[in-house]
């Protein structure tokens, strides 16, 4: 059975940016706009993998992962954060609430590959990845 | 005012005339030329002239000194003692020892001779008979008590060289010469000196004494001794003069206003105060003319409150003199009480014009000094050694509204600000009132202390206070709301930029997670198709140079905002330009550029934030392949003294900068104009490198070598050797701050 990696993001664009490098690499990709669905999505689905978008109107990713950490039946799943903001102070906020990662934007495809990858434990299926390119920020 | 000093000699003199009268009209014979045989006949004559003299002088003299008493003859003593050697009564005729009433009586039934006699002998007057050649042939006793000679030691000798009159004045003692020689009487003061060398003054009478024929046969003189008078008015005359002397040195003069009959009387130092004649006696209204209108404005309330009880009184006048000087005087005055009343008022006069002058001089200088005070935009305040209010001015009491109220000379600086405190005045004591006063009373005590003070009424106040070396303190408050709020909106609008740089580079993230992401894929899906694996090239290239803005535009808003960005570490400085070379390897070999490091033994170190540091070397070695011509070598030149500092020279054998842009490249978005062909560069690059260098306490210049090619030179502090390095300091720990992937 595929990798089910579930991407909550408002923005269109990054969503589809998402899937289209996940589903490159094999991984079954899910999408949530907000907040709210995510938690639901992530509750009913049991994904392996949550890619948590911070800013976001409704419920926000800090509020969502927090919720979906005290959720027993969610708190086991590992969240990456992927956020523009990318102060220190933002990077504390987001990893206070107990996730695995957190992925100031923009990031390279490649790097998102090998995040998930590492935190699946899993092999990517499909083509063999590039290899990720560090410093992208700069 | 001084006594009138009366000539008492004078007074004397007057007596005279009735010795003088006594003595010629009886025929210039006495008693006493009892002793010369050839005058015998004449004696009784002689003596009756003498003793009434004697009798018509001594009377007045008692009159003069005691006026009230009445015009009697003198009492004659009885009890007169024997003086020592005193000439035998045998040698006079006996007088008998009745009274002097029964004697009296007897002179006047004519049995006189004896009583003359006696009467002489025993008279309280000096009495000497001279001979026509003027030496002593009789004294009586009073002679022998005043002079201490008996009568056997002075007979023959001449009364001059016996007495001397040394000390008298030598124009008395010349016109007595003179007169005695004329045969003429003689009458003035002399200095005698006694047997035991005692002096005493005389008032000496001299009258020849003429036989029928008018020949001189003898010389009578009577003596009186007025030592005790002439003593008198010495010291009357020294204490006067001291008296005089001290009050022109004080400036103080007296006088005296008889009430009965009005006559103003004064010193000499009056006179001199209100330019009047000395010695003179005057009226009330003398004083009239000098009183101005002010004087007389001044005077009226102390003479009503007097009222008909004329008591002591003390006033300050201005006054104009006869001369027209304008002087202020203080007048003193009591008044003597006699049967009927007042009868004189007596008092001082001081001339207090300078004295006035200059307590308005110094009224006008603080007066000065207080409008000075007062017209500074500055509070001032004053406290006494013991920490009382001693002035403030009215700024200070603007500043401080709340406690107006309290700021009065006397009032304690801790009353002050104890009342300020529960009105709430401070704002840093609200809720701490106790610790705050204890806080703010330390500082003052210590009497040197700069401080800051937010007060209720919204006002900022810099307080500066300072002790004086004799114990006032002085204190000063500056409004510096202005500048404080001023501070505050700048500070305030710095931040507002930083927020807005901060969310700009966050808004333009997210559009740019597209660009990259989706070119980077598009690079990847469309590796073998020429024409667009180029077109999503040149996509993620541009994305990557908005990036790299973007990241520029947050470090230099940071850095300017004077956030802390650097955490130095001690480590090898090597490595690290080794690891932002091996980045650039790839770009660098499709040109054939190389990189040639020289480093000295032993390695370098120092003390540098990895991840910033490499940021600026990043920067450097990147801008130096963007001009080194294809197949040259970048140069790299290291060094490090503790007197030098460590140095990198970074040069590339580029053309080189413009000698006029060389300090501009590194100001915020200037760009060389050798890199205007659209090669790249936000204009940041070099101001972040700056400030990064800055912030590690070293520098980085740019310059052109001399061969050609231009070269940035990096300067850091010193870093020694010695220290070893206990844990070699690993590449990788920047990545660990770098919000890039974190993982728990």
């Known amino acids: 059975m595929r990798t089910t990696i579930l991407s909550i993001e408002d923005q269109p664009d990054i969503r589809r940016l998402i899937r289209m490098t996940l589903e490159f690499k094999g991984y079954a990709v899910i999408e949530a706009d907000d907040g709210e669905s995510g938690v639901r999505m992530a509750r009913e689905r049991k994904p392996d993998l949550i890619l948590m978008d911070v800013m976001m109107p409704g419920m926000d990713g800090i509020t969502a992962s927090r919720v979906l950490a005290e959720d027993a039946s969610t708190a086991h799943i590992p969240i990456v954060m992927l956020s523009a903001l990318g102060r220190a102070s933002d990077i504390d906020a987001g990893l206070e609430t107990g996730v695995r990662a957190y992925l100031v934007k923009p990031f390279s495809p490649w790097e998102l590959i090998s995040l998930v990858s590492q935190l699946t434990q899993s092999q990517p299926q499909g083509s063999t990845p590039s290899p990720a390119t560090p410093h992208t920020t700069e | ?744």
């Open chain 2, 1 to 744: 005012m001084p006594p009138r000093v009366t000539d008492a000699s004078s007074a004397s003199h007057a007596a005279w005339p009735w010795v003088v009268w006594g003595c010629a009209t009886g025929m210039g014979l006495g008693a006493v030329m009892w002793r010369l045989p050839a005058l015998w006949p004449q004696a009784p004559h002689m003596l009756w002239w003498a003793a009434w003299g004697i009798l018509a002088s001594a009377p007045w003299v008692w009159r003069r000194r005691h006026p009230a008493a009445p015009l009697e003859a003198p009492p004659v003593p009885s009890d007169l003692p024997e003086a020592p050697g005193a000439v035998p009564s045998a040698d006079l005729p006996q007088v008998s020892t009745d009274s002097p009433e029964v004697a009296m009586r007897n002179f006047s039934e004519g049995d006189d001779s004896a009583l003359l006699a006696q009467i002489v002998r025993q008279s309280s007057n000096v009495v000497i008979v001279t001979s026509a050649s003027r030496v002593v042939t009789w004294v009586n006793d009073s002679f022998t008590r005043l002079t201490g000679y008996t009568l056997d030691e002075v007979r023959g000798r001449s009364p001059a060289e016996l007495l001397q009159f040394e000390g008298s004045d030598p124009g008395v003692i010349e016109r007595m010469r003179r007169n005695l020689n004329q045969g003429l009487p003689f009458s003035g003061l002399i200095l005698n000196r006694g047997k035991q060398g005692q002096t005493y003054w005389v008032e000496l009478d001299i009258q020849p004494v003429r036989d029928a024929r008018g020949q001189i046969i003898a010389f009578v003189s009577f003596q009186y001794d007025v030592t005790a008078r002439k003593e008198t008015e010495v010291a009357l005359r020294e204490s006067q003069t001291f008296l005089d002397k001290a009050g022109r040195i004080a400036g103080v003069g007296g006088w005296q206003l008889r009430l009965p009959d009005q006559v103003l009387t004064y010193s000499d130092q009056t006179a001199r105060i209100l330019d009047l004649e000395p010695g003179v006696e005057g009226s009330p209204l003398d004083l009239l003319g000098m009183i101005t209108p002010e004087a007389e404005a001044l005077l009226q309330p102390v003479l009503d409150d007097l009222g008909p009880r004329l008591s002591n009184w003390d006033v300050e006048l201005p006054l104009r003199t006869p001369r027209g000087r304008q002087i202020w005087v203080r007048v003193v005055a009591e008044c003597e009480y006699g049967d009927g009343g007042v009868t004189a008022v007596l008092g001082a006069i001081q001339d207090i014009t300078a004295n006035r002058a200059l307590k308005a001089e110094i009224r006008r200088q603080a007066d000065l000094l207080r409008v000075a005070i007062d017209t500074i935009d500055e509070g001032f305040v004053m406290y006494d050694p013991d920490d009382r209010l001693v002035m403030c001015n009215e700024r200070y009491r603007q500043m401080y509204g709340t406690s107006a109220d309290l700021l009065v000379p006397g009032q304690r600086f801790e009353d002050i600000i104890r009342e300020g405190v529960r009105r709430g005045q401070y704002k840093a004591a609200v809720g701490r009132e106790e610790d705050w006063i204890q806080s703010r009373l330390r500082m003052h005590r210590d009497g040197n202390c700069t401080v800051v003070q937010h007060l209720d009424n919204g006002r900022v106040l810099r307080i500066l206070e300072r002790r004086m070396p004799d114990g006032h303190m002085v204190s000063f408050r500056v409004d510096i709301t202005d500048l404080v709020r001023a501070s505050e909106e700048a500070q305030a609008a710095n931040h507002a930029k930083s927020e807005f740089i901060a969310t700009i580079s966050h808004e333009l993230r997210t559009p740019l997670q597209s660009i990259i992401g989706f070119s980077q894929l598009g690079m990847h899906f469309a590796a073998d198709q020429p024409p667009y694996d180029q077109m999503f090239n040149d996509i993620h290239n541009g994305g990557q140079r908005m990036l790299t803005l973007v990241n520029g535009l947050l470090d230099a808003s940071k850095l300017d905002g004077g956030h802390h960005m650097v955490t130095p570490k001690r480590q090898l400085l090597a490595p690290l330009v080794s690891e932002v070379w091996a980045e650039l390897t790839t770009q660098a070999s499709q040109r054939d550029l190389r990189l040639a490091q020289h480093w000295p033994e032993p390695a370098i170190w120092g003390r540098v934030d990895a991840f910033r540091f490499q940021q600026v070397l990043r920067n450097v070695l990147a801008n130096a392949l963007r001009f080194a011509p294809d197949h040259s070598a970048i140069e790299l030149q290291a060094e490090t003294s503790p007197e030098q500092g460590t140095r990198l020279r970074i040069r590339d054998h580029g053309p080189g900068i413009p000698e006029a842009e060389l300090e501009a490249i590194f100001l915020p978005f200037v760009q060389s104009s050798r890199t205007r062909d659209g090669s790249g560069g936000t204009g940041l690059g070099l101001h972040i490198t700056r400030k990064l260098m800055q912030a590690h306490g070293g520098q980085i210049v740019a310059h052109n070598d001399p061969d050609g090619g231009a070269v940035m030179l990096l300067s850091l502090p010193h870093e020694p050797v010695e220290l070893p390095p206990a844990a070699p300091p690993l590449p990788a720990p920047a990545e660990a701050s770098r919000p890039m992937a974190l993982t728990t």
